[in-house]
């Protein structure tokens, strides 16, 4: 996992890295591996992997935000859902539907 982390710092766009990371973290997963000691989770690669790609990845970027907003909303974290929310419609507000629209204002108003 640290290896997979030190090359997403590395080159932070490069989409492969993160997918590598998700990958491995979904195989602890089913392992019942204990993650909570690596200090990494789902909604964090996902959150970062918004953070990290260009707006030219828009679609990725939507994709990874509403995964983690999501997440954020299951376990009440609604500073962070409207943190992630809010960068992904920074970097590509023009692919946004009205869905994706009225997440963000519920986030906005929550």
Do not use: W
């Amino acid at each position: 996992m640290i290896c997979y982390t030190q090359a997403i710092k590395a080159e932070p766009q490069n989409i492969e890295a993160h997918m590598k990371r998700l990958d491995f973290l979904t195989v602890l997963e089913e392992m019942k591996y204990p993650i909570n000691s690596l200090n990494v989770t789902r909604v964090r690669c996902y959150h970062k992997i918004v953070s990290s790609l260009p707006s030219s990845e828009g679609e990725i970027i939507m994709k990874y935000a509403k995964l983690a907003v999501t997440l954020y909303h299951y376990s009440e974290e609604i500073e962070r859902a409207h943190e992630v929310m809010a960068t992904a419609y920074a970097k590509c507000s023009s692919i946004f539907t009205i869905e994706d629209i009225n997440i963000y204002l519920e986030l906005l108003i929550s």
